[in-house]
């Protein structure tokens, strides 16, 4: 089981993205179709900005954040908006391959979109086309890159018995590892280069939890 460090309040409900840019920690909240930058060490929200429909994942990319957006009835269609702190959303977005996505993680090079119901990870290039897929077994809700290699939250079929798994995908065939259970409906993932953060989706929470001592 993943060990818990500290959990904080969101700052508005249904939290579901995140993303740390060095300094900062973006979360996403989709009830309320807004961005807040938090400083983790004051747990004050700096910046806040909203949304053109309901943010889902989050990446940082460079100097700006890429951010998964549902559109349509019941936030179903999906588009990457870039966002730029200071400076707001710019464009209309690029259509997720078959208008489906949750998370994005940025490599340096490539986005990559997870997408749950499909189980896979999809490596997109500039225009939103798939450049790479990678299938899983499970279904990500949560996701992050350290060095290279995926880091997921993942369930099951039914979206329960969540996990931190490890994915490192470097060679044709991805390796797949299983490193912690989580206690609760976690969805989202980031790492501040110590720390994963994701949160607790029902319960309005964000929570921070140690690099699991087997990896």
């Known amino acids: 089981m993943i060990e818990e460090l500290h959990r904080y309040p969101a700052p508005a409900p249904e939290p579901l993205g995140l993303a740390f840019n060095g300094t900062t920690l973006w979360i996403a909240s989709r009830e309320a179709h807004r961005l807040y ?15 053109p429909g309901a943010p889902f994942g989050i990446a940082v990319a460079r100097d700006e954040l890429a951010v998964v957006i549902g559109l349509g009835d019941d936030d179903d269609d999906r588009y990457i908006y870039r966002f730029v702190p200071g400076r707001g959303f710019s464009g209309s977005g690029i259509a997720c391959p078959d208008l489906s996505g949750a998370h994005v993680a940025f ?106 001592k087997s990896v």
């Open 107 to 212: 490599d340096g090079g490539t986005l990559n979109l997870s997408q749950a119901h499909n189980r896979k990870i999809l490596a997109l290039d500039a225009h939103g086309a798939v450049d790479r897929e990678i299938s899983l077994d499970r279904r990500p809700v949560g996701m992050t890159i350290i060095d290279g290699i995926f880091y997921l939250v993942t369930g099951d079929k039914d979206f329960k018995t969540l996990e931190l798994t490890k994915v490192d995908a470097s060679g044709e065939t991805p390796r797949v590892t299983s490193l912690a259970s989580i206690p609760f409906r976690a969805r989202g993932l980031a790492f501040d280069g110590e720390r994963f953060w994701t949160s607790h989706r029902d319960a309005n929470e964000i929570v921070a939890f140690a690099m699991p």
């Open 37 to 51: 930058a938090v400083d983790p060490a004051t747990w004050k929200v700096g910046e806040e900005a909203e949304a």
